[in-house]
């Protein structure tokens, strides 16, 4: 039942108060039988009203709540007034309601609670309210994410359940989804394959003003210390989404450019910034920020308010602090500078603090910036969670480097917030995703692409499905990293990641190898500084060689004096001592050593510094498959992977013959399920192993790219087992070995799980998936040799036979072995002599006699009429990221971009045999932004530029025909930059 209290109520409290007092004039609440971890919300109205509500030295109010085990807390209230909304991309806010007071609260605990609230203000600090109660029941909620305790390094809900993070960024809404309206849409896309976290920026653009509190020249601005209740509003919404479609957002507070005049600066729209003094700017330079005391005092005035109105909520995942605080300030005085270091990092630990002091669920802080910052930020006691964003390639290897030292070293959660070297190719850019998503989990943690405004356009959010698949209902916790699962070797690396110039390393270091990388990277400087140094490092390494090779050494650069030695000794032996080239850059120091186990320093013996990118062990035969996983003593989940199949390299096609190893495992029969990493994911074949001695080996099945396996301990299936399980048939307590579901008795439920176990042992494998048999392709005679490189998503021993359907006019018709001399390869060369449309068609099938097909259409012509981008002129496609990139989706695979930069252009030679009206047709797409009059210039010969909207769509599309007067001879076509970011595929002129 809801109550609503009024004027009766309050003159109870009058009654103790002098006339002028603060006194609450009515309350009202959402539920009085809130469940579990739900909304409880009071919204009560105050007798007096402030200059500055949002002010807590005019006026604070809180609730305290006495929990059903008479433990108390205390909720932080906000000052609230709510707006009609009207419409969408974005919504506006309009005819405000009355000025209130809330609360809101989750309890997590069954029973009844009681709470006051009371007014700190001008007349001191009085209970205004006393009679608050309401009964919390059972609910359906998991609570919130809570960093595990057991390990400190994965994360749990309060229920107990395990939580493993998949999702990506969506820093601000953009591309026509704009407010509220535009989360909602990537909420639902998000749900609908799995993905459950999200990064928000408290950040003033998307639409009018985005979900930034305070900021000057957007639609909502009310000025310095004055938060926006409009913007707070639509915050309210994209809450409750979040709750509604199972997603948590990790809410970055505060982001960069807002207070830096060098990186992405907004400095000078920041109305903290003095020459804004009208709206209440206070600060002459942005670094201020971190030490000014009314600075901090407002700051922590708005993070109470954002705890108090959104903190109620399981859909916040954590409160981020900064987004990459090592960009903010100005020229003269930023992040590189020691004090200005120490002051940052003092602002991390006041700011930490306060907010854990306030927030009555206590959400877990993170923040991100550069490591050379990062080392004393993570260090603080508060903060919980390590950040780290990378741009670099490529990106499975990025992230071994990354996230086990990290580990390491603060033994605390790490979480890769951004990631993502994209190059605008399609098919790069998504395989780049796929492979961080997979590798983040596989290391025990998660990665999160940054490019939303790739995902969302190009519709990849299937991609995070397989991986949604694989891991529901799992539980990372405790496991340890699994050494390397497959056959042969691979280089055994240490990257060192201390990157700031000053840190002070570990001296002489000892390194341990642990499978494919060393302990301590992150205590480790990539500058190998000379002896008389303090900062001075000269590592030692311990490795076992699995045969002979060479160590090898990659400079990156070598300092300007020309002083400069290294020195290598093996086994305290000295094996390399030479000069460096003064300034040198980019190069290898390369010394062999033999099989077995070897003791390696590296010494700076010279006057200056030499910054090393990594330390490389490198055996004379490597192999291009890989793997990571996790492992523990009943399970393993594993990753086996291509190492080519990764951006901008070639993957080796199916990949056949690979043993699987797994260390670790007690003894005893195991199932093995391969699971599809593409889209539509699942378990695509079981089989099941035995693991003798700690060891479980296995054959790999055939798989292209990679691989997914989870490892589970199978049921003893013995006769004893089946004597036990009858002797306890129905009986209770606890400890039965037959309670297979942990119920405390034996019953049906576990007989399923019993008999379920036997299925698990038997082989099953799912029809493969032939996703497509190659691209679309026009073919001019006399033709050279084509490749079609289909894609299959399947996992097994496969056969593949190519067929053919001709339609021409060539007598006798060609057939598949006059194009073909191996159809029944993968991907077997085709020639073609004769002119007409060849449908080639690819069926797969594997041992079962399950299968699949698909078919790509060629056709060979006489003369060309179709004209790829990628063959032109591109002698003036210059500037930005103008160039040819790779998208399976484009003919031929290839487009050319044209950028924003200087003014590039693609030019076409066109040789028509007589002069005369022809019709041009341009395949194209926008590279963003894809309003409707984005576009470039067509141009024939000498004439005049033609604007054509061949930008304003997000997929491939074919424009035209245009009408273009052709002279007998050579023609010039060009496309010539006007609005920029458009990806030409091809041109083409029928009428040739």
């Not at 982001?255 to 990186?263: C, D, I, L, N, Q």
């Not at 392709?777 to 053919?804: F, K, R, Y």
Request: proline residues 5%; charged residues 20%; negative net charge.
């Amino acid at each position: 039942m809801l109550r609503n209290s009024g004027l009766a109520v309050v003159m109870v409290m009058v009654f103790a108060c002098s006339i002028q007092a603060t006194v609450l004039n009515s309350i009202n609440e959402n539920t009085d039988t809130p469940g579990q971890y739900e909304k409880y919300e009071a919204t009560f109205t105050l007798s007096r009203t402030y200059t500055n509500p949002f002010d807590t030295d005019e006026v604070e109010v809180n609730a305290t709540i006495t929990q059903p085990d008479m433990s108390t807390v205390d909720v932080p209230a906000f000052y609230c007034r709510l707006y009609q909304v009207s419409g969408s991309n974005p919504e506006t806010y309009s005819n405000p309601g009355p000025e209130e007071w809330k609360f809101r609260f989750a309890p997590a605990r069954i029973g009844s609670y009681a709470y006051t609230i009371t007014v700190i203000d001008i007349d001191g600090t009085q209970t205004v309210y006393t009679g608050g109660d309401f009964t919390c029941s059972s609910g359906t909620g998991k609570g919130f994410v809570r960093i595990n305790s057991g390990d400190n390094l994965t994360f749990i809900y309060d229920n107990g359940t395990p939580r493993i993070n998949r999702g990506h960024n969506v820093a601000w809404a953009n591309d026509g989804w704009y407010g509220a309206t535009g989360y909602e849409h990537y909420y639902s896309e998000m749900s609908t394959y799995g993905e459950n976290w999200i990064r928000i920026w408290m950040c003033p653009w998307s639409g009018d003003g985005g979900l930034i509190l305070e900021w000057r020249n957007h639609t909502y601005f009310d000025g310095v210390g004055r938060l926006s209740q409009q913007v707070a509003q639509r915050l309210d919404t994209v809450v409750d989404q979040a709750e509604q479609y199972g997603i948590a957002i990790q809410l970055t507070l505060q982001y960069h450019g807002a207070f830096s005049t060098r990186v992405n600066p907004n400095w000078d729209d920041n109305p903290y910034n003095i020459v804004h003094s009208s709206d209440g700017g206070f600060l002459t330079n942005p670094e201020e920020f971190f030490t000014d005391s009314e600075a901090k005092r407002l700051t922590k005035n708005k993070y109470r308010y954002i705890i108090a109105r959104w903190g109620y909520s399981p859909a916040i995942f954590a409160w981020e602090l900064w987004n990459e605080v090592q960009y903010t300030g100005s020229d003269d005085r930023n992040w590189w500078t020691a004090d200005y270091r120490d002051e940052v990092v003092a602002w991390h630990d006041e700011m930490a603090t306060y907010i854990k002091s306030i927030d009555p669920h206590a959400h877990p802080v993170t923040t991100s910036d550069y490591y050379q910052l990062s080392t004393p930020l993570y260090e603080l006691a508060n903060i919980d969670i390590v950040q780290e964003h990378f741009y670099d390639s490529p990106t499975v290897d990025v992230m071994k480097n990354v996230i086990r030292p990290l580990m390491e070293r603060f033994n605390k959660p790490v979480i890769v917030g951004e990631f993502g070297n994209i190059t605008y190719d399609a098919f790069n850019d998504r395989l780049l995703m796929h492979n961080g998503n997979w590798a983040g989990f596989m290391l025990g943690q998660s990665a999160h692409q940054w490019w939303w405004d790739e995902i969302d356009p190009g519709d990849w959010y299937e991609d995070f499905g397989p991986l949604a698949i694989f891991t529901e209902d799992e539980d990372v916790s405790g496991m340890m990293v699994l050494g390397r699962a497959v056959t042969e070797n691979e280089s055994i690396l240490a990257v060192p990641l201390m990157e700031g110039f000053a840190d002070i390393p570990i001296y002489e270091l000892d390194c341990y190898q642990e499978d494919d990388r060393f302990t301590g990277m992150a205590y480790l400087s990539i500058y190998l500084h000379a002896g008389w140094s303090s900062n001075k490092s000269n590592p030692i390494f311990h490795v076992d060689m699995p045969e002979e090779g060479h160590f090898i050494l990659h400079v990156k650069q070598v300092s300007d004096n020309p002083n400069n030695v290294i020195e290598i000794t093996i086994d305290s032996s000295p094996v390399y001592n030479q000069t460096q080239p003064q300034n040198g850059s980019d190069y290898e120091i390369s010394v062999p050593i033999a099989a077995g186990p070897h003791t390696v320093q590296v010494l700076n013996e010279g006057q200056d510094w030499i910054e090393i990118r990594k330390y490389e062990f490198r055996p004379d035969t490597i192999s291009y498959v890989d793997s990571l996983g996790l492992v523990d003593d009943e399970r393993a989940y594993v990753w086996i992977y291509d190492d080519d199949s990764q951006e901008q390299r070639t993957h080796h096609g199916e990949i056949t013959g690979e043993t699987l190893t797994i260390n670790g495992l007690e003894d005893g029969w195991y199932n093995l399920d391969f699971y599809l990493t593409r889209p539509p994911g699942g378990a695509a074949l079981g089989s099941a192993a035995q693991s003798i001695g700690g060891v479980l080996t296995a054959p790999m099945p055939g798989f292209e790219r990679d691989v997914a396996l989870k490892v589970t301990k199978a049921l003893d299936t013995s006769t004893q087992t089946l004597v036990t399980f009858v002797s306890q048939w129905l009986q209770t307590g606890e400890d039965l070995e037959s309670d297979y579901d942990g119920s405390n008795k034996v019953d049906l439920a576990d007989f399923a799980i019993l008999s379920a176990s036997w299925l698990d042992l038997q082989d099953y494998m799912i029809t493969p998936i032939v996703v497509s048999a190659g691209e679309n392709q026009t073919v001019l005679l006399p033709s050279d040799p084509i490749t079609m490189d289909p894609e299959v998503n399947a996992i097994g021993d496969l056969t593949h036979a190519w067929t053919m359907v001709y339609t021409g006019s060539a007598s006798p018709a060609p057939t598949i072995n006059d194009i073909c001399s191996e159809p029944s390869t993968r991907n077997p060369e085709f020639t073609f002599s004769e002119a007409g449309t060849y449908d080639l068609t690819l069926t797969v099938e594997n041992a079962l006699l399950l299968s699949d097909n698909a078919t790509s259409h060629v056709e060979v012509v006489t003369y060309m009429t179709r004209f790829e981008a990628e063959d032109a002129d591109l002698s003036q496609l210059v500037g930005g990221n103008s160039g040819v990139y790779s998208d399976i989706l484009a003919s031929n695979g290839y487009y050319a971009l044209i950028d924003w930069v200087d003014e590039p252009r693609i030019i076409w030679h066109i040789n028509a045999s007589s002069a005369g009206t022809y019709h041009i047709y341009v395949q194209s797409q926008g590279a963003c932004c894809y309003e409707a009059g984005r576009g470039d210039y067509l141009k024939v010969n000498n004439g005049s530029n033609q604007f054509h909207a061949f930008g304003s769509t997000e997929v491939w599309t074919l424009f035209g025909p245009y009408s273009i007067n052709l002279n007998a001879g050579d023609n010039t076509i060009q496309i010539i930059r006007s609005w920029g970011g458009v990806r030409y595929d091809f041109i083409e002129i029928p009428d040739l």
